[in-house]
């Protein structure tokens, strides 16, 4: 959930930031809109903050799929569809009660990363021996990358660049 | 730039939380299916789905519209005397096939010999479509077409409902570029309809699958249990596989394969195979040629209609001047002439179960829906493919899209459902790659096709010349390598490049497209050691493009070069 509450603080603030005039535009359209400019924002907060501060506080993909990490695939794709149910935009915009939060999508991106990573047996393996090792900064793949996508690495060539052209 | 602001007109179902309580009832969205030659209406009526019926109650309606008096009436109100009152040339159909697309287009060039005007001068614009009133011709455009179909619907749907209907769920075809989208927005618009969704075909039967796949896990107390099921979905003009997993009402897209396929085609390849001379005798396109395109027409399309229940046809049609038609036409002799299309299918659906990475073994059932699955033919390719005896039999496959439209519209809506037949969910997945041209004229994907969304995916890139200050970001829809032969959605500069040695620069290209499938693209510089971007970030709703458009690739090319290019940022080896 901590994650969740990060990415909230995140677009609250960036909403202040950017004043853009969404009032004629629709309700959704609103949400991505800032959604986009705080990703951008927050690309760029990011390189000057910590790079694994944001990626510790919602880089568990266990966590965030809220399954316990010897869970079967079957508890793996049930889970999933439950929090789909919740998190999808579509599912988020009708329910309303946190509009700014669940209406942009990214928490269902980030779902969705953390099932495509988990229900595919090969990458789980190579999640679980990278989460094994500990403290490693930077996966090997980007599959598992932090959630929360479109975040520029900080000047430098990461690997992170990765995923940015992989399809799953 | 931007194409049509003036469409996106908010929404009751969307308005804010406060707003929602104050008003009783979220209106709920009307599912509409305008095939390529019949259309259909649907909508949840708080307990089940319901399909609405015309006056003459039909479920079913043609989909043309008659340009005969100053007033022109479709196929929702107007009853045609006969089958040959359509084809006297002031009737125009098949607008679905025609929507969105040039004058360069094949699908167009085919469209020739519809008993009606449609000229093409193949150079990137609009092709020019008229019916024939008082001996002269009448132009219009697809997108009125449709309009004027659209508002016969809705005013069939306000009479029904004893409401104003104002927002609807719209299927589409798998292969739909973002442009053809656009336009069926906009004859929705001219239609006073609001789009809630624009929904593949066959995600729309995925939906009506999940729900009584839903229902009978109720029955028997399972859950969790995913079950995957292949659709295809052929109708006169399209043909879309899809492949979903579906378990507790949620659907997930695997995998969408579409292209423009359908009966028609079938109905042409027979056309030239009755009279293969057909294109020298109608090319002079007057009053008496479209008479008789149409005498062919209908007889052949009666024949293909009785092959798919019986083995032989007496064909015989009499064209005057001493043409005259008489042949007995066999199933087997339909499928050689039909051997590319099926072909086609065959390899449509081989490509959606490998995007789907599912195993054949692993798909627990086959959906056939559409016109074209009475064809034996296609359902002999499906059950071979599958290895599979039976198809699955639960779904009506004339009302299956129209009847998932209906389920999204109420779900879109907002709408609950006591028993939860309403529980549902489709997680889509786009159809085809978006991405922007670079590396010379080659087509660099930022979104693969079959990604779920919502989306957003980056991809860096750099200059291609040293102190290039400018760029030019221009986006295209597809799965070509080269970027010609996908669609153009649209493009924008880039400026401010700080002067540097080529390769230095970063161009960072994100493309973020949302649960309601809207396509924005955004760009930006950021120099090496530096933090924040050069100049504020780009944001673009695609597609910007307008009619006419089919030369503006070609003209950037001309004007510019190579001067603006951009190439991809290499991977780093690990």
């Given at each position: 959930m ?18 853009g ?25 990011d ?66 990363k ?31 990358s ?23 | ?8 007109v ?5 308005t ?9 009832l ?12 019949q ?9 089940q ?12 309606m ?9 007033i ?10 006969h089958e ?7 009737t ?25 005007l ?13 019916a ?12 009125e ?6 508002i016969?619907?809705?005013v ?31 004859a ?25 796949q839903?229902q ?5 107390l ?24 579906t ?13 423009t396929?359908?009966g ?10 009755l ?29 293909i209609h ?11 049609v ?18 050689v ?11 449509l659906?081989?490509q ?28 002999n ?10 198809l699955?039999?639960?779904?009506n ?5 129209v ?7 109420a ?25 922007i ?28 010349h ?33 002067p ?19 396509l ?55």
């Open positions: 901590s994650m969740l509450g990060t990415l909230t603080v995140l677009s609250r603030t960036y909403v202040k930031l950017s004043p005039n969404f009032s004629s535009d629709r309700k959704m359209s609103f949400a991505l809109y800032t959604s986009g400019r705080s990703t951008i924002c927050a690309a760029v907060a390189a000057s903050a910590p790079a694994v501060e944001s990626r510790r506080k919602s880089g568990n993909l266990y966590e965030v799929l809220r399954v316990n990490r010897n869970a079967s695939q079957m508890e793996i794709k049930t889970a999933y569809r439950t929090l789909a149910k919740v998190y999808h935009p579509d599912v988020a915009a009708v329910a309303a009660k946190h509009p700014e939060e669940s209406l942009d999508g990214r928490d269902f991106i980030e779902i969705h953390a099932y495509s990573t988990l229900s595919d047996p090969a990458a789980r393996a190579v999640y679980d021996f990278t989460m094994s090792i500990g403290s490693e900064r930077r996966p090997p793949s980007a599959k598992y932090a959630p929360g996508g479109f975040r520029r690495p900080a000047g430098f060539y990461t690997t992170r660049r990765w995923e940015t052209d992989q399809c799953w | 730039m931007a194409a049509e602001p003036a469409y996106t908010a929404s009751d179902s969307e804010t939380g406060e707003e929602k309580s104050s008003s009783p979220p209106e709920i969205a009307i599912g509409i299916d305008i095939g390529t030659s259309c259909s209406i649907a909508v949840w009526n708080g307990s789905v319901e399909i609405m019926r015309n006056t003459r109650n039909q479920k079913l043609r989909s043309f519209v008659t340009f005969k008096n100053e022109p009436t479709g196929g929702v109100s107007n009853q045609l005397a040959y009152e359509m084809l006297t040339g002031s125009i159909f098949n607008m679905k096939r025609l929507i969105g697309r040039l004058d360069t287009d094949p699908v167009v060039h085919a469209s020739k010999n519809l008993p009606f449609v000229q093409t001068l193949n150079i990137g614009v609009r092709p020019f479509i008229a024939l009133v008082n001996n002269m011709w009448r132009s219009t455009t697809p997108e077409v449709l309009a004027i179909f659209l016969e619907l809705r069939l749907a306000e009479v029904h409902l004893k409401r104003h209907v104002s927002n609807a769920v719209l299927t589409i075809p798998v292969s739909f570029s973002r442009f053809q989208l656009s336009r069926i927005e906009r929705c618009a001219m239609a006073g309809l609001h789009v809630l969704r624009l929904m593949p075909e066959p995600t729309a039967v995925a939906l009506l699958y999940a729900q009584q839903q009978t896990v109720h029955e028997n399972g859950s969790g249990s995913e079950k995957n099921a292949l659709i295809f979905n052929m109708g006169a003009g399209y043909c879309d596989a899809a492949l979903t997993a378990a507790g009402g949620v659907s997930q897209i695997k995998a969408l394969a579409g292209m396929l359908g028609e085609d079938m109905l042409q390849n027979m056309m030239h195979y009279l293969p001379e057909m294109d020298n005798l109608f090319s002079r396109h007057g009053i008496e040629e479209i008479k008789k395109i149409g005498l062919l027409r209908v007889a052949t399309q009666d024949a009785k092959l798919s229940f019986q083995s032989s046809v007496q064909i015989d009499d064209l005057g001047n001493g043409t005259k038609i008489c042949k007995v036409l066999d199933r087997e002799e339909f499928e002439v039909n051997q590319k299309v099926f072909e086609k299918c065959e390899f659906t081989r959606c179960l490998q995007d789907a990475k599912v195993e054949i073994e692993d798909v627990n059932d086959i959906i056939l829906v559409g016109g074209c699955s009475y064809i034996p033919k296609i359902k390719i499906l059950m071979s493919i599958c290895k599979r005896g039976e699955y039999s639960e779904i496959p004339l009302e299956a899209a009847r998932g439209a209906a389920l999204e519209g779900v879109a809506s907002g709408i609950n459902d006591p028993f939860g037949n309403l529980d549902l969910l489709t997680i889509q997945a786009t159809p085809l790659s978006i991405g041209r670079a590396d010379g004229n080659s087509f660099v994907p930022i979104v693969q096709r079959n990604t779920t969304m919502p989306a957003r995916r980056e991809l860096i890139f750099t200059t291609l040293d102190n290039q200050t400018e760029a030019l970001i221009i986006v295209y829809e597809g799965d070509e390598k080269v970027v010609e032969k996908n669609h153009l959605l649209g493009y924008f500069k880039i400026t401010g490049i700080p540097a040695p080529k390769g230095v620069p970063e161009i960072n290209v994100c493309m973020d497209i949302d649960a309601s499938n809207v924005r693209v955004f760009a930006g510089v950021i120099m090496p050691g530096t933090q924040h971007p050069v100049t504020p970030f780009m944001e673009v709703r695609m597609p910007t493009v307008d009619d006419g458009h089919g030369w503006c690739a070609e003209a950037l090319h001309r004007t510019f070069g190579s001067t603006l290019d951009l190439i991809t940022v290499k991977k780093k080896v690990q």
